[in-house]
Each structure stands twice: as C-alpha cells, then as structure tokens.
C-alpha cells in the first residue's frame, strides 16, 4: 500500500514527532518452532525488528530471491477459507497469519520482518499468547518515525446472508463480535471491546480457535488441518454439547472472544492500527478481509492520521511500561 505522506503531514502540521506515538519493533530478533495447523509440519519462524516504515512482512527462508517477501497486507489475502492466507505477486504464499497479526496489534508492533521456512505460521497453543509471549520476550522498543494509525470517517457495512460486518468512526479502536451457533456448548455469544482502553493480552489473547469433532474428521479426509489436536484449538464432540479439552475453556465466552483476536489479526492487515468500531455478525476471514476492500476502495471514507500519547484514539494502553528509546 502507498503510504499517502500528504495526508500524514496536513494531519499533523505540528511535525514535531515529541507528542505523538511513535513506531515501534523488536529489540532482538526472536525464534520459536511449532506445526503447521493445515499441513501438520514442523515450522521454524523467526520475529526479527526492521527499520521504520517497512510495516510488517513475511520472508520465506526456503524461497529464493525476491519472491520470498510476502507483504503483510489485506490486498495479498487470496485464501479465507479456513485461515488468512497472503499470496505474492510470484504466487508464494504464507497462510494462518491471523493469530499473530492479532500480537503484533496487540503489543503495537509496526515493523517486523518475519522469516519463516513452510506457507504457514506455526498454530502453536491455537491463541495470540505465545506469539504475545515471545514478542515481550524480544523487547520492544520506539523508533522515531511517526506511528500512522488510519481513521474511519464514514460507515462501511457488508450484509451477507445472516452475516454482517461494519466499521463506523470512534476516537478509539472497539471491536464488538456476536456469533449464534447450534451447538449448546457455544450457542449464543456477544463480547465488545474497547481496545484502547480494555486488556487486550489479559481478555482476548489467551482466546483458542475452535473446531467441532466432525467438522475436523472431514478436514482431515481433505489434508488440512492435519496439525490440529487438542494442544492447539477447543474441540466440541459430536453431539454439539461437550467441549472435549481436558481443562475445559480459558474462558466462558472463548467462542466470542476468539472470534474478536481473528478480527483485531485480520484488521492490521490494513497496514496500521485502526481508529473505527468494528462490529461483526457471524463473521469470519472473508467478510474482514471484505470490509477493508470496501474501506480502501472510498478515499471518502478514511485518512491516515497520528496519534497522541494518551488520548482517546491511542489503541492499546496495556503496554509494557519500560520502553527502550532507539533514535
Ligand atoms: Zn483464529
């Protein structure tokens, strides 16, 4: 995406960078293995920082030259039947991003480069958390560009069938989900967040993906999720009623709340974090993919902007206090 400087400079005309929010990555590079939930092969991946303004990018260790780089961006999303899976112009693919794009969202993480050997980020325990876990491990530290966050300015809704999406403007970033199922051990759910003023890591990170005994049978009659136990997603038996983990849920609402840490994963895929309210309706990874086509496709309906330290719209207040300064 273009980063449109025009509109950063008029919105900040103090270009003073002392009262703004600036950018953020890593400390240190950082490493971690898992499987592959689809393929159910050993990924190694590695969070390494990068210079301002590079945004957030995958590099496919076992592809060489420039094909390797996959941009961590909504417009590469070519796959959201199971995942958000991002395809390059040369047709490499990394798919399952969603997971740790809500992290890297969570802990307000502007520029990574992230090398991984396989097409698919590992599942790890199935949440945001481990990814969250090694990111506060790592270290985070301040840049001194700008941090650009993009404003909603207008109401964009998508209705499909019984699903909806919608983002609508806010001083902040809020995210609310409402998901209805027929099974009893999910049924009906509603969780709303004010991200920049509620826990992303204590409320939704810990939330697990989740799967139906059946629906997983099938899957694996098709090779995917080949990767998946119950280490890394809540499983509900067959009759729809029973959660088949042995230590039960992380939360009592984790349906919903799983369903909000895709979203936030899906959404930084806008490029920067978002000053809007989402509201989704059944929703998955093709209506929030959908949602910011929509978005991107009317100049009208969004600006980029900074972002003051403290006021409304600084998204994410739970952040790690000690802040190492790097130019
Ligand atoms: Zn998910």
Redesign the pocket.
């Known amino acids: 995406m273009t980063i449109d400087m025009t509109t950063l400079r008029q919105s900040s005309p103090a270009a003073s960078h002392s009262n703004v929010l600036r950018q953020r990555t890593l400390k240190t590079a950082i490493g971690c293995t898992g499987v592959g939930l689809h393929s159910g092969a050993k990924v190694t991946m590695a969070l390494l920082p990068a210079e301002p303004d590079t945004g957030i990018r995958f590099r496919r260790v076992d592809i060489a030259g420039r094909g390797a780089i996959v941009p961590a961006s909504w417009a590469a999303v070519n796959d959201t039947r199971m ?1 958000s899976c991002l395809i390059n112009e040369d047709g490499v693919a990394v798919g399952t991003v ?2 740790l794009m809500s992290a890297l969202a969570g802990m307000h993480i502007d520029n990574c480069i992230i090398e991984i050997n396989a097409p698919e980020v590992p599942v790890m325990d199935g949440s945001a958390a481990p990814f969250l876990f090694l990111i506060e491990c790592a270290g985070v530290v301040e840049q001194s560009a700008p941090r650009r966050a993009i404003r909603v300015l207008k109401r964009i809704a998508i209705k499909d069938g019984d699903r909806e999406v919608s983002l609508t403007p806010s001083a902040g970033f809020s995210v609310k989900f409402e998901i209805d199922f027929a099974s009893t051990a999910i049924s009906r759910q509603e969780f709303s967040i004010n991200l920049s003023r509620g826990s992303f890591k204590s409320e939704v990170s810990r939330a697990r ?1 989740f799967g139906f005994e059946q629906d997983i049978a099938m899957l694996r009659s098709h090779g995917l999720a080949r990767g998946g136990s119950l280490d890394n997603a809540v499983v509900i038996d067959s009759t729809g009623t029973k959660v088949l983990n042995d230590d039960g849920l992380r939360y009592t609402d984790e349906f919903v709340r ?1 369903k909000v ?2 979203a936030v994963g899906d959404l930084y895929l806008a490029g920067a974090p978002i000053l809007g309210h989402f509201h989704g309706i059944r929703s998955g990874h093709a209506l929030n993919n959908r949602i910011l086509r929509e978005l991107f496709a009317d100049t009208s309906a969004w600006a980029y902007t900074t972002v003051a330290p403290g006021s409304a719209a600084a998204p994410f207040t739970d952040l790690p206090q000690a802040l190492a300064a790097n130019g």
Request: glycine share 0%; hydrophobic share 15%; charged share 30%.
């Open positions: 995942n969603e997971h993906t799983h840490l895709d």
